[in-house]
């Protein structure tokens, strides 16, 4: 049967992909926000995952405000990136696997999540990013990716302990599929970071590495949070750290810390890096 490795957290600001289109990763600036993955990019690989789950927020590429589903699980065999406004060249197309993703879509019907089935969706940023600072750039990706987007943009959004529980039962679906493939969940966007109002440049240290720290070893810790009380601490956009706990919910309850790495400032936001692993 398919069974999950593991889960990695990652920042998916835009100006990562900037760095790296203009060969800026070793620049001061950025040198130690790019050296924290690289212990996660020998992690995956030395265990090879078949496929990748990306849990990410849309940033109007494929959804717009009219339109933005809670939930939105990726069907397709292909997944095109496209230019968001930031001048940057779209990256090859990422190869899905629609049997796995129409597998994963039943299963979660079934547990009560109203699932969204794309058939045709694209990936912006919040998706490419992080593929793109734990893979590098490939013409041909290197892991099977299957999107999984998670609306943080348009209230209301989902809650800490809603995506723990989808987390939970996109474990019990990739563990119900027959075929034998290594599956590793991305838990992107995070930590703390507001890009406007009168708090544009929150970053709360403290809340980001009490974060990381009960990701790892106690997630029921941040499922006790009102958005709200997320929002005050970590900043609007930090509400994007609830994305984390798809990922966590999707592991065993008690997990490996592979890695930890945090980075601030880097584009006005804390950065975190988790390698988690399944034992056994």
């Known amino acids: 049967m398919a069974r999950i490795i593991g889960g ?3 920042s998916h600001i835009p100006a990562v992909g900037n760095a790296i289109a203009n ?24 265990k090879k995952p078949d496929v990748a789950i990306v849990v990410y927020n849309d940033h109007g ?16 065999d292909t997944y095109h990136n496209d230019d968001e406004g930031w001048a940057l060249k779209p990256v090859a197309p990422f190869k ?4 796995f993703s129409w597998h994963i879509a039943e299963s979660l019907i079934q547990q009560e999540f109203d699932i969204c089935t794309c058939q045709e969706m694209k990936v912006d940023h919040g ?12 013409e041909v990706w290197p892991v099977t990716t299957i999107p999984l987007a998670v609306n943080t943009v348009q209230h209301p959004v989902p809650s800490a ?9 996109l474990r019990q679906a990739v563990e119900s599929y027959p075929e034998d493939l290594r599956v590793v969940v991305f838990g992107t966007g995070g930590l703390s970071h507001q890009l406007q109002g009168e708090r ?5 240290v403290e809340f980001d590495l009490d974060c990381m720290e009960k990701i790892a070893n106690d997630p029921q810790w941040m499922t006790r949070f009102s958005n709200s009380e997320i929002m005050r601490r970590a900043g609007t956009e930090g509400i994007e750290t609830i994305m984390w706990l798809v990922m966590r919910g999707a592991l065993q309850s008690n997990v490996k810390v592979v890695h930890k790495h945090y980075h601030v400032p880097i584009s006005n936001t804390g950065a975190g890096v988790l390698v988690l692993e399944n034992y056994g």
């Open 127 to 138: 998706f490419v990013n992080p593929i793109r600072a734990l893979y590098g750039t490939h």
């Open 96 to 99: 899905g696997d629609a049997q």
């Open 8 to 10: 990695v957290t990652s």
């Open 200 to 204: 544009a440049g929150l970053i709360d």
């Open 161 to 169: 302990l809603r995506c723990y529980k989808l987390g939970q039962a």
């Open 23 to 46: 060969n800026q990763t070793q620049e001061p600036y950025w040198k130690r926000f790019f050296d924290g993955y690289k212990p996660a990019q020998a992690w995956l690989s030395e």
């Open 61 to 76: 590429l494929n959804f717009f405000l009219d339109k933005v589903p809670t939930f939105a699980l990726g069907c397709a």
